[in-house]
Nanobody, 115 residues
Framework: QVQLVESGGGLVQPGGSLTLSCTASGSIFRVDVMGWYRQAPGKQRELVAT???????TYADSVKGRFTCSRDNTKNTVYLQMNSLKPEDTAVYHCKANIARQAYWGQGTQVTVSS
C-alpha cells in the first residue's frame, strides 16, 4: 500500500510565496518520476511540474520562472516552491508519483491566492 500526503497549502496574497511538500510512504522500493498537478474550480486538472529521479525538471509555461520543483530521494519527498503567486494560481494542488510503473496520487492541498 502506497500513500502520498501533501502539505503546505494555504491562503496567500498576490506576490507571495508558498512551499508545498509531498511524501510517499508504504511499500516502496524506488520512486521514479514525481510531479505536481493542479485543478481549479470548473477546469480540468493540468500539469504544473515534473521531476525525474535524477533531478531533471519540466514546467508548465504559466509557472516557468516562478515555481521550482525539487525532491529528496532519501525521503521520497517532492517539493514545489511557488513564488510571485497570482490569483490564477488558485487551485487544489495534487502530487503524483510513479512507482513500479503505477501512478499514485495524493489527496490534494488547497492553494488560494487572494488579497
Amino acid at each position: 500500500q502506497v500513500q502520498l500526503v501533501e502539505s503546505g497549502g494555504g491562503l496567500v496574497q498576490p506576490g507571495g510565496s508558498l512551499t508545498l511538500s509531498c511524501t510517499a510512504s508504504g511499500s516502496i522500493f524506488r520512486v521514479d518520476v514525481m510531479g505536481w498537478y493542479r485543478q481549479a474550480p470548473g477546469k480540468q486538472r493540468e500539469l504544473v511540474a515534473t521531476i525525474t529521479r535524477a533531478g531533471t525538471t519540466t514546467y508548465a509555461d504559466s509557472v516557468k520562472g516562478r515555481f521550482t520543483c525539487s525532491r529528496d530521494n532519501t525521503k521520497n519527498t517532492v517539493y514545489l516552491q511557488m513564488n510571485s503567486l497570482k490569483p490564477e494560481d488558485t487551485a487544489v494542488y495534487h502530487c503524483k508519483a510513479n512507482i513500479a510503473r503505477q501512478a499514485y496520487w495524493g489527496q490534494g492541498t488547497q492553494v488560494t491566492v487572494s488579497s
